[in-house]
Each structure stands twice: as structure tokens, then as C-alpha cells.
Antibody, heavy 117, light 109 residues
Framework: QLQLQESGPGLVKPSETLSLTCTVS??????????WGWIRQPPGKGLEWIGS???????YYNPSLKSRVTISVDTSKNQFSLKLSSVTAADTAVYYC?????????WGQGTLVTVSS | EIVMTQSPATLSVSPGERATLSCRAS??????LAWYQQKPGQAPRLLIY???TRATGIPARFSGSGSGTEFTLTISSLQSEDFAVYYC???????????FGQGTKVEIK
């Protein structure tokens, strides 16, 4: 049973870079079974896919965020990470890491990131 | 980019009644359609994938149907624990992309 856990700062200043890490347990991040990805949810709003990475290292990003997003993998730590640059208040959200195929079956518990000075 | 539109935004249903939720895609997504349930403060939970296959442990009162651009999630007899927000999600094969509908809130009538 895969388990995912997000970690990172809960408060980020405007114009800075949001950085989050997802630690995977119960399976290998080198598995070809999944994409590993990030999804966010602003308070009181819907879900938005941010981007995904495959075990090969190929990355795919939401076009609306592509210019600001980087997702990477650290196989030695069984982790993958999200960096979102030049954040504004509109980036305030609960950020989830997840496993993705044609659907999303394993989710982290989510972490709230607030963008504020 | 494929746009997913859910209707209605809010559905008021009495316990024991049937609920029917709709999801429309702006272009065909074949059967690459999933449904999720989300309760306050929790991560979404996968209910249905492949448009009609129940995920592990999901009760039989949840069913999905449709293909192409029109999809439906039916809850045959609403239980108290089913009052939540439901999202549909499509998967685009190339380039890989995942898009959600805006959600339908199922509330107690």
C-alpha cells in the first residue's frame, strides 16, 4: 500500500519560490506503474493538476503554470519535489502529491501553503 | 485543452433518494474518466475509473456510465456519509494531462 506525505513551508512570501517535497513509502519511486504528480486546491475551490513526472524523468506541466513549475525526482530518497516560482496570493492552496495513471488513486493528506508577506 | 463541465453545481437530495451527477467534456475523452468524492478537510477519494469501474472498496450504490463526452455518476440510495463534493476528471493521452470538473456538492435536502 503506497503512502505519500507532503512536507515543506506553510508560509511563502509573494514573489518567492514555493518548494514542497513528497516522500513515498510502501513502493519505489522508480516504478513505471505511475506518474508522480502534484495537484492543488485553493480554499473553497476545485482541484487543479499542476504537473507530473514519470520514472524516466519526463515531465508534464499544466500549460497555465508551465512557466513557473519544476518537478523533479530524488530516487535515492524515494521523494519527488515541486518548485513554483514567483508566487502570488492566488497560489495559496492545499497542495497534494499523488500517483497518477489515467486516474489518481493514491493521495497525500495535503499541505496548506499560504502566500503572504 | 479539454474542459470538463459538471452539473448541477449543487444537488439537494434526501437520504435514501437517488442522486444523478453529470460531467461533460469539451471533446471526446473516450472512457478516460474518473470520479472522486471529497469531504471537508480530506483528500479526494477515488470512486470510479474507466468511466464505469468501481475502485476497491467502493459500495455498489455508486455507479458510473458514459463515454466520449457525456458521463454520469449515480448514487442509487444516498447514505448520510455520501453528502460531499464530487469531482470528475479526465486523462489526455498525449501530452499527458489531467483535468478536473469544477465539482458538484451533494447536500442534504
Amino acid at each position: 500500500q503506497l503512502q505519500l506525505q507532503e512536507s515543506g513551508p506553510g508560509l511563502v512570501k509573494p514573489s518567492e519560490t514555493l518548494s514542497l517535497t513528497c516522500t513515498v513509502s510502501g513502493g519505489s519511486i522508480s516504478s513505471s506503474s505511475y506518474y508522480w504528480g502534484w495537484i492543488r486546491q485553493p480554499p473553497g475551490k476545485g482541484l487543479e493538476w499542476i504537473g507530473s513526472i514519470y520514472y524516466s524523468g519526463s515531465t508534464y506541466y499544466n500549460p497555465s503554470l508551465k512557466s513557473r513549475v519544476t518537478i523533479s525526482v530524488d530516487t535515492s530518497k524515494n521523494q519527488f519535489s515541486l518548485k513554483l516560482s514567483s508566487v502570488t496570493a492566488a497560489d495559496t492552496a492545499v497542495y497534494y502529491c499523488a500517483t497518477l495513471t489515467t486516474y489518481i488513486d493514491y493521495w497525500g493528506q495535503g499541505t496548506l501553503v499560504t502566500v503572504s508577506s | 485543452e479539454i474542459v470538463m463541465t459538471q452539473s448541477p453545481a449543487t444537488l439537494s437530495v434526501s437520504p435514501g433518494e437517488r442522486a444523478t451527477l453529470s460531467c461533460r467534456a469539451s471533446q471526446s475523452v473516450s472512457s478516460n474518466l474518473a470520479w472522486y468524492q471529497q469531504k471537508p478537510g480530506q483528500a479526494p477519494r477515488l470512486l470510479i475509473y474507466g468511466a464505469s469501474t468501481r475502485a476497491t472498496g467502493i459500495p455498489a450504490r455508486f455507479s458510473g456510465s458514459g463515454s466520449g463526452t457525456e458521463f454520469t455518476l449515480t448514487i442509487s440510495s444516498l447514505q448520510s456519509e455520501d453528502f460531499a463534493v464530487y469531482y470528475c476528471q479526465q486523462y489526455n493521452n498525449w501530452p499527458p494531462a489531467w483535468t478536473f470538473g469544477q465539482g458538484t456538492k451533494v447536500e442534504i435536502k
